[in-house]
């Protein structure tokens, strides 16, 4: 189980997850993660006070399952999100500190293994996560 403050539990928190995050899918699953803006030090900015920041950089990496009645009845539904719970439970400290994800089962997760779920999430994770290239035009 993920603790209460690494669980995304309003509606306004997953909004923001899946507007404001980069959204990838692989297989079963479709990641949208959200990783907060961080200010490079090496930049020359205006002169700041100094203060204690310990509390914005503790804030930990959150994560919210979204598991619609397309993948299933309520017993599959919830045995899929136990199974994405588990897996991203092991992978939510690799993430940037105070980011976003949202994990979307799509219908083929009722049916996947936990290995081929742990794979898709792995790999939709690091496309996630890879910088956004730009096309040429």
Known sequence: MLAAAQRLRRSTDFAA??????RAGRGAVVVHLAVPVTVDPSTPSLPEPVRDNSAEQSVPSRAGFVVSKAVG??????????RLRALVRERLAALPVGSTLVVRALPAAAQASYSRLATDLDSAIAVARSPRERRPR
């Open 17 to 22: 997850a899946v507007r404001g995050g980069r």
């Open 73 to 82: 009845n309520a017993v599959t539904r919830n045995r899929v999100r136990r």
